[in-house]
Nanobody, 114 residues
Framework: QVQLVESGGGLVQPGDSLRLSCAAS????????VGWYRQVPGKLRELVAR???????NYADSVKGRFTISRDSAKNTVYLQMDSLKFEDTAVYYC????????WGQGTQVTVSS
């Protein structure tokens, strides 16, 4: 079964940038729609961005204009470029297939702090 592994998180200051990676192992992403999600303690996991097989993208209003989702089929990876980070972007970020999700990975922690 395909597993998705997130990486790239870290501790940054407001206004900084990070690029998260979502790498598939045990299979290929193919043209499957993939989403980036985030979760903070005590809240439900929320969809941040989604990319379809044809490259069409959607974003949550809270990140529109600051985050960019992309995919590299050759590297079997989906990225989330996060610019102009804010305190409220602090969360654990996960990726998963949008229509047929697999088991959730460990996620990658993003902390925005001054």
């Amino acid at each position: 079964q395909v597993q998705l592994v997130e990486s790239g998180g870290g501790l940054v200051q407001p206004g900084d940038s990070l690029r998260l990676s979502c790498a598939a192992s045990g299979g290929v992403l193919g043209r499957a729609a993939v989403g980036w999600y985030r979760q903070v303690p005590g809240k439900l996991r929320e969809l941040v961005a989604r990319i379809a097989g044809d490259g069409m993208t959607n974003y949550a209003d809270s990140v529109k204009g600051r985050f960019t989702i992309s995919r590299d089929s050759a590297k079997n990876t989906v990225y989330l470029q996060m610019d102009s980070l804010k305190f409220e972007d602090t969360a654990v970020y996960y990726c998963n297939f949008f229509w047929r999700p697999v088991g959730w990975g460990q996620g990658t922690q993003v902390t925005v702090s001054s």
